[in-house]
């Protein structure tokens, strides 16, 4: 059975920083690329970043590129997202995916829960 779980999320003013965790089982954490994604209250999912399997490439969405650090430790089976100078904008319900390394929702087989973020101003 196949099992992504986020957590780190909460409550947090702007500018501050948060680092969420994702901790795969299941799976042959190695052999897949790792995304987050994230959905506002009225929104669309949108893509975030993603890694590749062995962590040596990585891409961003615009919305948080410069902000936001994905990483990996193979050895942990976790996929971290690191998030730096939160705003407002960044509340939502994020979710860490396991798949092909694409930017599109369709190319992950797993997801999981998700982990509420809420930035205050």
């Known amino acids: 059975q196949v099992q992504l779980v986020e957590s780190g999320g909460g409550l947090v003013q702007a500018g501050v920083s948060l680092r969420l965790s994702c901790a795969a089982s299941?799976?042959?954490?190695?052999?897949?690329?790792v995304a987050w994604f994230r959905q506002a209250p009225g929104k669309e999912r949108e893509f975030v970043a993603a890694?590749?399997?062995?962590?040596?490439?990585?891409v961003y969405a615009d919305s948080v590129k410069g902000r936001f650090t994905i990483s990996r430790d193979n050895s942990k089976n976790t996929v971290y997202l690191q998030m730096n100078s939160l705003k407002p904008a960044d509340t939502a319900v994020y979710y860490c995916?396991?798949?092909?390394?694409?930017?599109?929702?369709?190319?992950?087989?797993?997801w999981g829960q998700g982990t509420q973020v809420t930035v205050s101003s």
């Open positions: 995916a396991a798949g092909s390394y694409d930017l599109r929702a369709y190319a992950y087989n797993y």
């Open positions: 299941g799976l042959t954490f190695s052999a897949y690329a």
């Open positions: 890694v590749t399997r062995s962590g040596g490439n990585s």
